[in-house]
């Protein structure tokens, strides 16, 4: 799964004019754990119908708030720019596939 990058000055705008759900993966440079989850991401296959991105925390300090962030990496889906639900994060690329698919599908 690709994440490419998106900035605090176009978050906004992006998440709201997204056509279906879109995965933030929230992260910080320097934590092991995000570079964990972001190598087990790249082995999950792309989800029809999401689309993904990496967010930088240190970049969006007022996503981070709005999530109530206490760790990172946070997974989070958003549908029409608001949260939907948190997916667990797992640095084995099979869990973080079936979590993904999981909360995708919805309870």
Same mark, same amino acid.
């Given at each position: 799964?690709?994440? =490419? =990058?998106?900035?605090?000055? &176009?978050? &906004?705008?992006?998440?709201?004019?997204?056509?279906? %759900?879109?995965?933030? @993966? !929230?992260?910080? =440079?320097?934590?092991?754990?995000?570079?964990? @989850?972001?190598?087990?991401?790249?082995? @999950?296959? =792309? !989800?029809?119908?999401?689309?993904?991105?990496?967010? &930088?925390?240190?970049?969006? %300090?007022?996503? @981070?708030?709005?999530?109530?962030?206490?760790?990172? /990496?946070?997974?989070? !889906?958003?549908?029409?720019?608001? /949260?939907?639900?948190?997916? /667990?994060?797992? %640095?084995?690329? %099979?869990?973080?596939?079936?979590?993904?698919?999981?909360? !995708?599908?919805? /309870?």
């Amino acid at each position: 799964m690709r994440l =490419p =990058p998106l900035h605090g000055l &176009d978050l &906004d705008r992006t998440l709201h004019d997204a056509a279906g %759900p879109v995965l933030l @993966v !929230i992260t910080r =440079p320097g934590c092991g754990a995000c570079r964990a @989850v972001k190598a087990a991401l790249a082995d @999950v296959e =792309p !989800i029809e119908g999401l689309t993904a991105y990496e967010v &930088d925390a240190t970049d969006a %300090p007022a996503l @981070v708030e709005e999530l109530s962030l206490s760790h990172l /990496p946070a997974l989070w !889906i958003l549908v029409g720019g608001e /949260p939907v639900t948190e997916v /667990p994060a797992s %640095p084995a690329a %099979p869990r973080l596939a079936h979590a993904l698919q999981a909360a !995708i599908a919805g /309870p």
